[in-house]
């Protein structure tokens, strides 16, 4: 192998960060304007696009209504999960040193589902109407975050493994509490088990503005703190003692971590229930094509993981029309082939 | 004038109310090779680990260049030191160039790229270990002694004073492990770097080494040069090995001989 000169192999990949960022958002944009003519209703792209820049003349109201109070929010939102729930798997990848983690790993999936079973079985409220789910779902999230944290902390240090354990051991606990519901709600009034079951599988179908604001607010700062330690992560991931004669503390990029992950994930899953996958494929899919540094890392995942799941929503919706399939089922049906896809080839390229 | 880059004083460390380092004390200078020898358990790595603040003693204080590392910050420890740790098995394919880079992490603010001056550096130091050409290639995909290699152009990358190594020739081949130690040494004289390095292998240690450390259940037993602290009275005391320590003309060095086992485990 002939090899390049250091500057050169260093620009070479700032190059294909830029490439593939660019490509990145090139591909949100077209994935966004086809999808957003797809439903149950065709509506052609010109028509949409005069819908969205409010050049409403002439379009039938329920086309105007279609795009503006059903499309548009549900794809933004689905972009906006699918970033959450991609930074999120990030982190945790980072952190565990392990291409298998997910927010599944630290229990903080389990833990939002047991408190959104909480109030559809119970009825269990901390807050009004549309929100009684979402905030039980987010309250149990951080909940978990919190047990795993301490219980995972030995000796004022973090190991990753105890923490890892101990996220498991909580997801294990939280899970078979959600059971435990279900049979309830199985005895209970007619639907309440279907509800659980559905927001089990993850489902945008109720998404609105509020949703997609509220997640949004949550998504950015998340990001930004994510990003701002990415570096660290980096050095975390070759070991910490490495990282801690680097000038990092492992312990403080431990904590953003988890932190971080647990706010957008708390967020996304609240409002869209369990939705399986993509952060464990998501990431994974970026660093088989852009490497493995968090720098680029983060920014990718929020930018694939919108495509990721605008994609597989707009399939979950329109497969069956008009039945409408949970999105757990889409993203997992079409990402698994897709990334073995990739594992095999890169497998053979690269020997790794 | 030779100047003195590190001081320990009176260090003590204990684990789960364990102790495990006992009033441990020495001086280390400008382009020393420094020897921590030990069995296991004597607190080799721990005394390694206090005097990066990886580890907070118990009691005692680290000087760097007549500073207390208690009152740095750990990017500002990671200016003046560098740590080589025992072993590193990374699970995702960083290339050796991206790990050299890491180097610079502790001079780099937040969200700066690495700059023009960087890469400089780094090529450097990967030109100084001899692994400018291996730099496109994954950690995974090299040899133990290359990725020992590369882990030492990163620490080089930090432009420190101090270099701390745990174990660098653990699992090396024979040839490997020289070429390690002969690295070590010329950048010990080549750049002033202090080099202190915690070593099972007494042999290497004793050619390589200016100064040896000899642990012995958490205290320092003896401290000098090497026909200083491996004595035979000592290194049958610790390791339970009689053995004998010469100076070797055809190597320029001191080279010990193992002579044979203690029987008994006699004090």
Redesign the interface.
């Known amino acids: 192998m002939e090899s390049k000169p250091i500057e050169r192999l260093h620009a070479d990949k700032r190059a294909k960060w830029t490439l593939a960022l660019l490509v990145l958002v090139a591909a949100l944009f077209i994935s966004f304007l086809i999808c957003i003519c797809l439903g149950t209703v065709y509506i052609p792209p010109g028509r949409v696009f005069d819908i969205l820049i409010g050049n409403t003349d002439g379009i039938p109201d329920y086309e105007v209504n279609i795009i503006q109070q059903v499309r548009l929010p549900r794809i933004l939102m689905a972009g906006v999960v699918g970033a959450c729930l991609s930074i999120a798997g990030v982190a945790l990848q980072g952190i565990f040193k392990n291409p298998m983690a997910s927010p599944s790993v630290i229990g903080i999936s389990q833990g939002a589902a047991f408190g959104a079973s909480l109030t559809i079985v119970l009825g269990f409220t901390l807050a009004e109407g549309d929100f009684a789910i979402p905030m039980a779902a987010f309250i149990f999230a951080m909940i978990t975050l919190f047990l795993v944290y301490m219980l995972g902390k030995v000796e004022g240090a973090l190991p990753t493994t105890t923490l890892l354990l101990a996220g498991i051991a909580v997801g294990a606990f939280f899970s078979a509490m959600v059971s435990l519901l279900q049979i309830l709600a199985a005895q209970g009034s007619t639907g309440t088990m279907e509800r659980v079951v559905f927001w089990l599988m993850g489902s945008l179908s109720f998404a609105n503005w509020t949703q997609f604001w509220i997640v949004l607010a949550f998504l950015i700062p998340g990001f930004i703190l994510l990003f701002a330690f990415s570096r660290d992560l980096n050095a975390m991931i070759v070991g910490e003692t490495h990282a801690s004669s680097l000038g990092v503390d492992p312990k403080t990029t431990t904590k953003i971590m988890l932190f971080g992950s647990a706010l957008v994930t708390g967020a996304a899953v609240a409002f869209t229930g369990v939705i399986a996958f993509v952060g464990l494929i998501v990431p994974h899919i970026m660093r088989m094509i852009i490497g493995p540094d968090n720098r680029i890392l983060f920014p990718a995942s929020v930018l694939a993981g919108a495509i990721f799941l605008i994609v597989t929503d707009t399939v979950a919706r329109t497969i069956m029309a008009p039945q409408e399939l949970p999105v757990g089922i889409i993203t997992a049906l079409m990402g698994a082939p897709f990334f073995l896809y990739l594992l095999r080839r890169k497998r053979e390229a690269t020997e790794w | 004038m030779v100047n003195m880059r590190l001081r320990v004083q009176g260090i003590e460390f204990a684990y789960?109310s364990v102790p495990v380092l006992k009033d441990v004390a020495f001086e280390a200078m400008e382009g020393e090779i420094i020897g921590i020898l030990g069995p296991n358990g004597s607190g080799k790595t721990t005394l390694l680990?206090c005097m990066?603040?990886?580890l907070s003693p118990s009691k005692g204080t680290v000087l760097v260049e007549e500073k207390e590392i208690g009152a740095m910050?750990?990017?500002?420890?990671?200016?003046e030191?560098?740590?080589v740790?025992?072993n590193?098995?990374?699970?995702?394919?960083?290339?050796s160039?991206?790990?050299v880079?890491?180097?610079r992490?502790?001079s780099?603010d937040?969200?700066k790229r690495?700059t023009r001056e960087d890469?400089e550096i780094?090529?450097t130091a990967?030109e100084a270990t001899g692994v400018?050409?291996?730099?496109?290639r994954?950690m995974?995909?090299l040899s133990g002694g290359e990725r020992q290699r590369v882990?030492i152009a990163r620490?080089l990358a930090?432009q420190p004073k101090i270099m701390?190594l745990?174990e660098p020739t653990l699992h090396l081949d024979v040839n490997h492990q020289m070429e390690i130690m002969e690295l070590v040494s010329e950048l010990a004289r080549r750049e002033k770097l202090t080099v202190i390095m915690v070593s099972h292998d007494l042999n290497l240690a004793a050619r390589y080494c200016d100064k040896i450390i000899l642990l012995d259940g958490g205290s320092v037993l003896a401290a000098g040069s090497v026909p200083e602290v491996l004595t035979q009275n000592n290194v049958e005391k610790v390791f339970k090995i009689k053995s004998l320590v010469q100076y070797d003309e055809r190597i320029d060095a001191y080279s010990l001989t193992i002579l044979g086992t203690v029987s008994g485990n006699g004090n």
Do not use: H, W, Y
């Open positions: 789960n680990r990066n603040r990886a910050s750990r990017k500002e420890i990671a200016n030191m560098a740590v740790p025992q590193c098995i990374i699970t995702f394919p960083f290339t160039l991206e790990i880079l890491m180097g992490n502790p780099m937040r969200f690495e890469i780094v090529k990967m400018t050409a291996l730099a496109a994954t995974n995909q882990i620490a930090q701390l745990d």
